[in-house]
């Protein structure tokens, strides 16, 4: 299996429609949440303004840079899940966002997946400078806590946000 990180373009419409309605189908049935965020924000009928806008470049309305990724299985021609990357934290995001959001569609979970692409993702913050990753997760995120902890998060301490539980966790990349 080929698998790596790619900035999506054209060529990649069918395969991110597909992505991204299995996974609002997903969230409608079984009220999953929508992360990343980045990925959900614009409506992926109008493509070609869902490329434009789909990283963040100012930070008009508190918003950071961003930098979005998906995993592309190169030899399913498939994407797996998608990462974005906020390149600085603001006050918002050292609470309970941090430095990456990131997701795995429904009928691709529980592979490894999510531990493979953050590691992917560690690298994309390495090029950008951030030495000191931040990641959150809800308490009851199995998943993600284990995706988090097995790219080496280190537990800072549980907070709640927004009526939940939120564990943060920091992973070093010095």
């Known amino acids: ?28 049935v079984n009220k999953t949440n929508h992360s990343p965020w980045a990925i ?8 070609e303004f869902y490329i434009a806008n789909l990283d963040d470049k100012g930070t ?4 950071v840079p961003s930098s979005t990724f998906f995993l ?3 030899e399913r021609n498939r ?21 990456i959001g990131d997701g ?6 529980r592979k490894g997946y999510a531990t493979l692409m953050i590691s992917m993702a560690l690298l994309e913050c390495k090029k950008i400078g951030i030495d000191r ?11 993600s806590k284990k ?3 097995n790219n080496g998060g280190i537990l800072e301490n549980i907070i709640e946000s927004d009526g939940k539980k939120v564990e943060r966790y920091w992973i070093n990349l010095k």
């Open 79 to 99: 994407f797996i899940g998608a990462v974005n990357i906020r390149h600085y934290l603001n006050d918002k995001l050292l609470v309970s966002g941090g430095h």
């Open 133 to 143: 990753v931040l990641m959150c997760c809800d308490s009851d995120n199995i998943g």
């Open 147 to 149: 995706s988090i902890i």
């Open 1 to 28: 299996m080929s698998l790596s990180l790619i900035k999506l373009s054209k060529e990649y419409q069918k395969q991110c429609t597909e992505m991204i309605e299995e996974w609002k189908i997903d969230q409608e």
């Open 40 to 47: 959900f924000k614009n409506d992926v009928k109008n493509f």
């Open 104 to 109: 795995i569609r429904p009928t691709e979970r």
């Open 60 to 63: 008009d309305d508190g918003k």
């Open 72 to 74: 592309y299985d190169d």
